[in-house]
T-cell receptor, first 114, second 114 residues
Framework: NAGVTQTPKFRILKIGQSMTLQCAQD?????MYWYRQDPGMGLKLIYY???????DKGEVPNGYNVSRSTTEDFPLRLELAAPSQTSVYFC?????????????FGSGTRLTVV | GDSVTQMEGPVTLSEEAFLTINCTYT??????LFWYVQYPGEGLQLLLK?????DKGSNKGFEATYRKETTSFHLEKGSVQVSDSAVYFC?????????????FGTGTRLKVLA
């Protein structure tokens, strides 16, 4: 099925460990986004990309890195995990030339840092 | 800057009750407006959308009308079901600094009791 695929679905990390959250979409969407959702809270934008090779910071980029080498993939890297990064992470994509450009979300990665 | 304000939850209703979840926005220009729904353990799904003033978006019995004069996009449903229990997010999209971005509200949790 077409859409946004996130892996893994769940992960427990120890403080200081690193990991990469994977995100792939097969809709040829230009724009891709990473959000985090803390318990009972809304979405906060971490990073976004408007196309391959182009990334930019969102509201809460500290402690994260991204790359966009292809249109399809937009991985999110945590270098030194901290308890404050315990959250649910959502990847999304959109095709802004469609008006209005709705987001397609992945099903999320639940990360716990202990 | 642009912003979206939603009523705080949780909203608790009995089955078949009428639902209103308030959403107001602040934006320059003419944004598109959206409602997303998030069921437990899942990502956000686009529920409905509207692109211009007086447009009415509708889906699955839910409706919302783009009111430019009151800068509002309230979500309504005439008769809620237990299966409507979820978190609902209001959002707007527009162009900021040449980039197409989304702004989400903080979400409103709806609980429907049988």
């Amino acid at each position: 099925n077409a859409g946004v695929t996130q892996t893994p679905k769940f992960r427990i990390l120890k403080i200081g460990q690193s990991m990469t959250l994977q995100c792939a979409q097969d809709m040829n969407h230009n724009y891709m986004y990473w959000y985090r959702q803390d318990p009972g809270m809304g979405l906060k934008l971490i990073y976004y990309s408007v196309g391959a090779g182009i990334t930019d910071k969102g509201e809460v980029p500290n402690g994260y890195n991204v790359s966009r080498s292809t249109t399809e993939d937009f991985p999110l890297r945590l270098e030194l995990a901290a308890p404050s990064q315990t959250s649910v992470y959502f990847c999304a994509s959109s095709y802004p030339r469609e008006v209005p450009a709705g987001y397609t979300f992945g099903s999320g990665t639940r990360l716990t840092v202990v | 800057g642009d912003s979206v304000t939603q009523m705080e939850g949780p909203v608790t209703l009995s089955e078949e009750a009428f639902l209103t979840i308030n959403c107001t926005y602040t934006a320059t220009g003419y944004p598109s407006l959206f409602w997303y729904v998030q069921y437990p353990g899942e990502g956000l799904q686009l529920l409905l959308k509207a692109t211009k003033a007086d447009d009415k978006g509708s889906n699955k019995g839910f409706e919302a009308t783009y009111r430019k004069e009151t800068t509002s996009f309230h979500l309504e449903k005439g008769s809620v079901q237990v299966s409507d229990s979820a978190v609902y997010f209001c959002a707007l999209s527009g162009i900021t600094s040449g980039t197409y971005k989304y702004i989400f509200g903080t979400g409103t949790r709806l609980k429907v009791l049988a």
